[in-house]
């Protein structure tokens, strides 16, 4: 399809499991951005990729979590040693070049369950 | 600190009624923009309207439209003629930085029922 892509869509792991989660943007997009949404809240900024880098990674909460793009298309986010905190939807979006203006469109999401 | 507040957890509207769901942001910076996504049960975020903090005119999307007050720093969503489609969660976002692409700061979001 044209839209922001995200597998899967559901996970559940177990306590201490490694995870990948993939992000395929709209073709030519060059901004990419993980979020992660709890339940009741908004949508908490992870990353920010402009091409192959990545711009902004503030939002990363610590050091198990980690996203890559190593070819400036699809995104996979990968949290090592998952804790139960670590389970909430993480969303993917994807903007054209990145500009402040521009609205991002994002996917469905992956809901992560850690149990 | 919050740099998005939407003070209202809940709202209830009648079927071709208008809402106003609030939006209150912070921000010193003086190039940024304000964006509302609704997000269905199904769970995927869809792009309502945007507003630039240099626009001269508000927003307007259709039956959407955006009570920016500049001075305020209040974004206000106005949707008119409410459809039963509507019911979701309403979130209001901000980017500082107008060339920047910089993350999206969300609000904790509203919550919309339209009753028929």
């Given at each position: 399809g044209a839209g922001v892509s995200q597998t899967p869509s559901n996970k559940v792991t177990e306590k201490g499991k490694y995870?990948?989660?993939?992000?395929d943007p709209i073709s030519g997009h060059t901004a990419l951005y993980w979020y992660r949404q709890s339940l009741g809240q908004g949508p908490e900024f992870l990353i920010y990729f402009q091409?192959?880098?990545?711009?902004?990674?503030s939002g990363l909460p610590n050091d198990r979590f980690f996203a890559v793009r190593p070819e400036g298309s699809v995104s996979t986010l990968k949290i090592q040693r998952t804790e139960r905190?670590?389970?909430?939807?993480?969303?993917?979006?994807?903007?054209?070049?990145?500009?402040g203006n521009e609205k991002l469109f994002f996917g469905s999401g992956t809901q992560l369950s850690v149990l | 600190?919050?740099?998005?507040?939407q003070t209202q957890p809940g709202m209830f509207v009648q079927e071709k009624?208008?809402?106003?769901?609030?939006?209150?942001?912070?921000?010193?910076?003086?190039?940024y923009g304000l964006f509302?996504?609704?997000?269905?049960?199904?769970?995927?975020m869809i792009f309502l309207i945007y507003q630039g903090s240099y626009d001269q005119q508000n927003a307007t999307e259709g039956r959407y439209s955006l009570n920016f007050q500049k001075a305020r720093k209040?974004?206000?969503?106005?949707?008119?003629?409410?459809?039963?489609?509507?019911?979701?969660m309403y979130f209001c976002a901000m980017r500082e930085g107008?060339?920047?692409g910089y993350a999206l700061n969300f609000g904790k979001g509203t919550s919309l029922l339209v009753t028929p």
């Open positions: 995870v990948e989660l993939r992000c091409g192959t880098g990545a711009a902004d990674d905190g670590d389970s909430a939807v993480y969303l993917c979006a994807s903007s054209l070049t990145g500009q | 600190a919050q740099k998005i507040t009624e208008a809402v106003t769901l609030d939006c209150t942001y912070d921000t010193s910076d003086p190039s509302w996504y609704k997000q269905p049960s199904s769970g995927e209040s974004a206000n969503l106005v949707i008119s003629a409410s459809q039963l489609g509507d019911s979701a107008v060339n920047s």
